[in-house]
T-cell receptor, first 116, second 114 residues
Framework: GAGVSQSPSNKVTEKGKDVELRCDPISGHTALYWYRQSLGQGLEFLIYFQGNSAPDKSGLPSDRFSAERTGGSVSTLTIQRTQQEDSAVYLC??????????????FGPGTRLTVL | KQEVTQIPAALSVPEGENLVLNCSFTDSAIYNLQWFRQDPGKGLTSLLLIQSSQREQTSGRLNASLDKSSGRSTLYIAASQPGDSATYLCAVTYYYNQGGKLIFGQGTELSVKP
């Protein structure tokens, strides 16, 4: 597609349920990033993929959070046993830069997660 | 510690005014700095990217400057328009962060009144 797409755009879930958020990066972009934007914390880095591997997972807030990327393309962020503090907008970005910082990251529209 | 601060948190100006948004960062070992725009309910759009070796970048009515030694960047918007109303975020990447993750400021919410 022309840009980064994310699904669903909105997700409402009950506390304790698992959720999966999907990101489709720009075709050919090898780098993929997940960020979280919440009222209290601003915009925070979660995890970075280069191809299918994740060299930097330092932003994942707990072991309830995991992510994978298959075929060097689509990525899924999974949150297990959701808590109310997980409520936020989850943003995905992709970049064509390989193995070094500095490339422009193109962002998707985000998934708004609400945990009741 | 990698911290990015933006001042002010919110700004309201009448149409036509020139304005300056400020960004400061605590660690000067940046690789580059980017300014983004975010509209309500939307993702982020990159406006300007300044490499650490550069002092400024310009795009249309926007001009971003970078002073690494003082840990500061400014985004100058000339002749503001109501369509400029949005949240503006600055973000830095560091040489030593593999993959170039972005460290964001909290943003400045700009409102331009007709």
């Amino acid at each position: 597609g022309a840009g980064v797409s994310q699904s669903p755009s909105n997700k409402v879930t009950e506390k304790g349920k698992d959720v999966e958020l999907r990101c489709d990066p720009i075709s050919g972009h090898t780098a993929l990033y997940w960020y979280r934007q919440s009222l209290g914390q601003g915009l925070e880095f979660l995890i970075y993929f280069q191809g299918n591997s994740a060299p930097d997972k330092s932003g994942l807030p707990s072991d309830r959070f995991s992510a994978e990327r298959t075929g060097g393309s689509v990525s899924t962020l999974t949150i297990q046993r959701t808590q109310q503090e997980d409520s936020a907008v989850y943003l995905c970005a992709s970049s064509s830069m390989i193995a070094r910082p500095g490339g422009v990251q193109f962002f998707g529209p985000g998934t708004r997660l609400t945990v009741l | 510690k990698q911290e990015v601060t933006q001042i002010p948190a919110a700004l309201s100006v009448p149409e036509g005014e020139n304005l300056v948004l400020n960004c400061s960062f605590t660690d000067s070992a940046i690789y580059n700095l980017q300014w983004f725009r975010q509209d309500p309910g939307k993702g982020l759009t990159s406006l300007l990217l300044i490499q650490s070796s550069q002092r400024e970048q310009t795009s249309g009515r926007l001009n971003a400057s970078l002073d690494k030694s003082s840990g500061r960047s400014t985004l100058y918007i000339a002749a503001s328009q109501p369509g400029d109303s949005a949240t503006y975020l600055c973000a830095v990447t560091y040489y030593y962060n593999q993959g170039g993750k972005l460290i964001f400021g909290q943003g400045t919410e700009l409102s331009v009144k007709p």
